[in-house]
């Protein structure tokens, strides 16, 4: 099993900053791509930002505001938020996709999800 706890959400007001963070711990062999994802209410998921060793993608949206980066390791994944906006409010997930460390097999694994709120 592959776990992910994920911590930093919280509220702030338009303008404002969070970061948040996302540990994998659990039988990993490799870990290929690790993204953030959101839900605000009443809409689809959809995807924020991934990193692979390679290159990272963003959303229009977030271009320019969101920075998402990876420690040394590669099992903990950062998004770094700035100018938060109220429509970056939604439930953020962290997702990671790799290979069991026994079996070699892939898992794609997610976090519960951490609230973010923006609001004056």
């Known amino acids: 099993q592959v776990q992910l706890v994920e911590s930093g959400g919280g509220s702030v007001r338009p303008g404002g900053s969070l970061t948040l963070s996302c540990s994998a711990s659990?039988?990993?062999?490799?870990?290929?791509?690790m993204a953030w994802y959101r839900q605000a209410s009443g809409k689809q998921r959809e995807l924020v930002a991934v990193i692979t060793d390679s290159n990272t993608n963003y959303a229009e949206s977030v271009k320019g505001r969101f920075a998402i980066t990876r420690n040394n390791a590669g099992n903990t994944v950062y998004l770094q938020m700035r100018w938060l906006r109220p429509e970056d409010t939604a439930v953020y997930s962290c997702?990671?996709?790799?290979?069991?460390?026994?079996?070699?097999?892939?898992?794609?694994?997610w976090g519960q999800g951490t609230q973010v709120t923006v609001s004056s």
């Open positions: 659990g039988s990993i062999f490799s870990i290929n791509a």
């Open positions: 997702n990671a996709r790799g290979l069991y460390r026994i079996s070699r097999h892939e898992f794609d694994s």
